[in-house]
């Protein structure tokens, strides 16, 4: 059982290891829940949880940097290129010369990207939504917490990007 306690104003949680040991294993099988209905998508189509993932935030932003993607994903380029090259010759995303900066390129998803993209999200969401509503609305919020509190300073920074867009 966790205890806490009051210190300067301050409530500390003591968690003992076999708690801690239990919350990583309670993430580990709920990630593979999460990406179990999308990876079927996925699989249906030939592509991999890269490929969701450059989706997904080409998606959220429209007009994307395949830089700024390059920072998001924090993979090589190489990788990224792979999967862009795909997910552009396969007709889901389109690559736009800048308007400013003609080095730079623009990522938009097309109607068959965006279809897709809410077929994974849709599924993603809907098991969201159960668990969020099983939790209730206290849960849900310090599951947030928990989450943004785990994410290193760089992606936490992205991550404020896009809630701040929200």
């Known amino acids: 059982m966790a205890d806490s306690s009051t210190q300067g104003g301050e409530t500390l949680l003591f ?12 993430m580990f099988f709920a990630y593979r829940g999460f990406t179990a209905d999308p990876d079927r998508i996925l699989d249906k189509h030939g592509y991999g949880r890269a490929h969701h ?21 924090g993979v090589t380029k190489q990788s990224l290129n792979r999967v862009l090259r795909t997910l552009i ?17 623009h990522l938009h998803l097309t109607a068959t990207g965006e279809a897709l993209e809410r077929e994974l999200s849709g599924a993603q969401r809907e098991r969201m939504r159960g668990a969020y509503r099983t939790a209730g609305p206290q849960a849900v919020a310090g599951f947030r917490q928990v989450l943004e509190a785990m994410m290193d300073p ?3 920074r992205h991550y404020q990007m896009l809630k701040d867009d929200s």
């Not at 450059?54 to 932003?61: L, M």
């Not at 389109?94 to 400013?100: A, D, L, M, P, Q």
């Open 53 to 73: 993932r450059a989706i997904h935030f080409i998606n959220r932003e429209p007009g994307l940097t395949v830089t700024t993607l390059l920072s998001v994903l």
């Open 89 to 105: 010759d396969d007709g889901l995303v389109e690559s736009r010369v800048g308007r400013k900066d003609k080095r730079a390129r």
């Open 154 to 156: 760089e992606m936490r």
């Open 15 to 26: 968690l003992t290891d076999e708690q801690l040991r239990k919350g990583i294993e309670a």
